[in-house]
Each structure stands twice: as structure tokens, then as C-alpha cells.
């Protein structure tokens, strides 16, 4: 027995364009401002200790308020804007850690130097501490603090870094969302574009043929026969064209179109076509996908035509479970023995059906137990 289970072809996208997003490097005033931040709480953790050593008794001069706080940090507030533009220029999501780690190792050491040079200056020109020259000075501070102030550079370099880093994460993240939304979109509108276009596909045969019954029944003087057979093709065309029309009607109402298509061939076969409506009661009202049956029945008047050329077709529509089955059987020759053959009627039905219920609906053809092809379609009910 011959037989085929269609599976519609999926939906391809082309796939988007990757985008490279620019590093965010748009936040400059927002990180200065967080950079002045740091050193103003470091300034702060500075003045709580000088605080504390003065409660336990330590001698702290009123200057140190002024130079060891105010001036040291506020030398690291100047240096700022300068740190900050070394790490966008040499940044490792720009250029590579082979270049980046030694000018930052290089521009670190001589901001250090330089914090060094200029609190050494001051320092001996206001003569806090008492005393002591500038060279002095100089040497001390450069045993004591050059290695901290490497630190406190790398700190602000790090912090920069991770706060690009941030925002370069966000930023992907918004535009992946936004991609994907519009991505979706696109498959959305490109989905219902392609089922508008399977769902107002009528075989030109059809109305070749209906024309050609309506121009017969004319020349016979079979006026409101001619007329009868327009307006069941006006009908069927009105359903196609329809713009506005639901993706789904209930099955009562396919029925009534699948009639004014039956109409037409009826005209067309005289008297040689005989169709059989078997339909479970309760499912009249259960919604199926417009013009669903029409691609059906039209397979099998054009192949199921039996030794004499009559065509008896029988159409059923039954319960299973959370399924309704839709079948249209012939009693023709069949398929043939390598399997049916997809048309373009029952191609476009498997893609509509794949686009409206995705893998919970099947187009089943098979060679009937009798004879005959047979035609059914599993759609689920919810």
C-alpha cells in the first residue's frame, strides 16, 4: 500500500546580519564623575584614619587636614581625565593584551612618578612635616608611595575597563532583544504573507473550466442554470479574494464553500460525479482552516475517476480523541506504487497546515483498503 505523510517545509529566515556594536565608550562624563567618586571616598577613608590616630593620641597637625587629604587626593582628581582617556585609547576590547598591558605598565609608572614629583614639590613649598627639601622628600615618597600609587592607577583602569565592559554587555543584550523582536516580526508578517498567499490560490483549471460549463449552459438557453453556476463561482472567488476573511470558520461554513465547488464541477461532470457527506454531529461548529477541503476534493476529481469515468468521492469528518480528522477518499486508480506524488493543491495545504498548527497537524495520502486514493487531514482540536 502506498502512502506518504506530508511534512511541510519549515519556515527558513535568512539568517541577520551579525552587528558589531561600538563600545561604549559614550560614558565618559559618567565615568569621570564615578572616578571623582572613588577619590572622594578614599579621601574620606584618608580622613577617618587621621581622625582615629588623633582620638588614640597621635600628633596630627591641623595641615595634614589639608595636605595629606585635600591636596595628596585632589592631585589624583587632576590626573583623572588623563587615566581615563589612556584606558579608552589602550583598551583590550580594541587591541590586544600584547600592546595593552605595556603602555598601561608604562603610563602607569609615570603618573606614579608624577603624583610623586608634584606632592614632593608641595609639599616642601608649604613645608609640611617639617623641614625637609624637596630631594628629601622626593626619595622618601618615592620609597614609600610610588608602588601604592601604580595601585591606585590600576584601580581606576580596572574600574573603566569594567564599566565598558558593562555597558558593552548591556548594549549587546538590548540590541540581541531587539533583533530577536523584530526578528520575530519579520516571521510573523512573512508567515501570514505566505498564507494569505496559499489560502487565495485557486487552480486556474477550475475556473477555466467553470467558465467554459457557464458559456455551455448559455448556448443550451439554460439561462438560470448559467446564472446558478455564477453565483456559486462568485461565492468560491468572494472566500479566496477575501481580505479580511479569518484564518479559520467552522466546519458548517467550509462545508457551504466546499458546496458552491462541488456546484460548479457537478455542471462540468454531468451527472457523473456522486459525493457522500459523512460529518459526526457536534462538529459542525469546531473551527478548521478556511478552504482546507476545497485542494482535497479537487485531487480527487481529477485523479479518482473510476473504469467508467464516474467519480463517487467521499467526505468524512470525525472525532479522535483531541483530534479531528478530516478524510476524502476516491475510488480511482490510487496512487501510484512509488508513493503519491505532492501537487500543488496538496502541497499548499501541508504548508498552510504546518504554518497554522506547526508539527500537531499531518496531511496522511494513502492508497484506500478498497481502492482508491484517500486523503486526511489530523488537526487538533484546542
Known amino acids: 500500500m502506498s502512502s506518504r505523510t506530508a511534512t511541510a517545509d519549515t519556515l527558513v529566515l535568512p539568517a541577520a546580519e551579525p552587528r558589531t556594536v561600538p563600545e561604549a565608550g559614550g560614558g565618559a562624563i559618567d565615568d569621570t564623575r564615578e572616578a571623582l567618586a572613588i577619590w572622594g571616598v578614599m579621601a574620606t577613608l584618608h580622613a577617618l584614619r587621621l581622625g582615629v590616630d588623633k582620638l588614640l593620641g597621635a600628633p596630627v597637625p591641623h595641615s595634614a587636614w589639608v595636605v595629606d587629604v585635600g591636596i595628596w587626593w585632589g592631585a589624583w582628581v587632576a590626573l583623572t581625565p588623563a587615566i581615563l582617556l589612556a584606558t579608552r585609547r589602550w583598551s583590550p576590547a580594541s587591541r590586544p593584551w600584547s600592546e595593552v598591558i605595556p603602555v598601561h605598565l608604562g603610563v602607569g609608572t609615570a603618573v606614579a612618578l608624577a603624583h610623586v614629583v608634584a606632592m614632593a614639590g608641595i609639599f616642601a613649598f608649604m613645608d609640611a612635616g617639617g623641614g625637609m627639601g624637596f630631594g628629601e622628600r622626593f626619595r622618601g615618597f618615592l620609597h614609600n608611595y610610588v608602588l601604592m600609587n601604580v595601585a591606585n592607577y590600576g584601580l581606576i583602569v580596572a574600574w573603566s575597563w569594567a564599566r565598558a565592559f558593562h555597558r558593552n554587555w548591556r548594549t549587546r543584550e538590548e540590541s540581541s532583544r531587539r533583533l530577536a523582536v523584530e526578528a520575530s516580526d519579520l516571521a510573523l508578517a512573512f508567515t501570514e504573507a505566505r498564507l494569505a498567499a496559499l489560502e487565495r490560490e485557486l487552480n486556474p483549471h477550475f475556473l477555466s473550466n467553470a467558465l467554459t460549463s457557464v458559456s455551455a449552459l448559455v448556448r443550451r438557453g439554460d439561462i438560470d442554470g448559467a446564472v446558478g453556476t455564477l453565483s456559486h463561482l462568485g461565492g468560491l472567488l468572494r472566500a479566496v479574494v477575501a481580505r479580511e476573511a479569518p484564518r479559520r470558520i467552522a466546519l458548517a461554513d467550509e ?51 473510476d473504469a467508467r469515468g464516474r467519480i463517487d468521492v467521499r467526505i468524512r469528518a470525525v472525532w479522535a480523541g483531541d483530534q479531528m480528522v478530516l478524510s476524502v477518499r476516491d475510488r480511482g486508480r490510487g496512487f501510484a506504487d512509488d508513493g503519491p506524488d505532492f501537487g500543488v493543491g496538496l502541497s499548499n495545504t501541508a504548508g498552510r497546515l504546518h504554518h497554522l498548527f506547526g ?24
Open 255 to 305: 462545508l457551504r464553500l466546499l458546496e458552491d465547488f462541488l456546484a460548479v464541477e457537478r455542471i462540468r461532470l454531468a451527472g457523473r460525479l456522486e459525493v457522500e457527506l459523512d460529518v459526526d454531529p457536534g462538529l459542525e461548529g469546531v473551527p478548521v482552516p478556511r478552504l482546507i477541503l476545497q485542494p482535497l476534493v479537487e485531487n480527487a476529481l481529477r485523479h479518482g475517476a
Open 359 to 382: 508539527s500537531d497537524a499531518i496531511l496522511d495520502l494513502r492508497n484506500g483498503p478498497e481502492g482508491g486514493a484517500v486523503v486526511t487531514i489530523r488537526i487538533p482540536l484546542a
